[in-house]
């Protein structure tokens, strides 16, 4: 069983940036591939970022590529989501999820979800 707490969305200005952190609990995170998603209401939850449990392999939905940059310290038990260059269309809920090992880029391949951080961008 993992636990994930987002942390780290707010209110800004377009241009600006921000850095998102998901902490997970449990003994294993260095097992578990990572993702962000994001959702606004109305919408189906969309793949931002993941980042599989060797750190190397990333990847990105092609609207965040060259300004979202996803990280992790498994020391911490922690996946980052760097967002730079905001724009308003990124404003909504984002979640990290867990699955074990690979990569995955639905919400069907993740098993454990966090809460979500509300991210708002205005113009």
């Known amino acids: 069983q993992v636990q994930l707490v987002e942390s780290g969305g707010g209110l800004v200005q377009a241009g600006d940036s921000l850095r998102l952190s998901c902490t997970a609990s449990?003994?294993?995170?260095?097992?578990?591939?990572m993702g962000w998603f994001r959702q606004t209401p109305g919408k189906e939850r969309e793949f931002v970022a993941a980042?599989?449990?060797?750190?190397?392999?990333?990847y990105y939905a092609d609207s965040v590529k060259g300004r979202f940059t996803i990280s992790r310290d498994n020391a911490k038990n922690t996946v980052y989501l760097q967002m730079n260059s905001l724009n308003p269309e990124d404003t909504a809920s984002y979640y990290c999820?867990?699955?074990?090992?690979?990569?995955?880029?639905?919400?069907?391949?993740?098993?454990?979800w966090g809460q979500g951080t509300q991210v708002t961008v205005s113009s």
């Open positions: 999820a867990a699955r074990r090992y690979i990569i995955g880029t639905v919400p069907t391949d993740y098993n454990y």
């Open positions: 449990g003994r294993t995170f260095s097992v578990y591939a």
């Open positions: 980042i599989d449990w060797s750190p190397g392999n990333t």
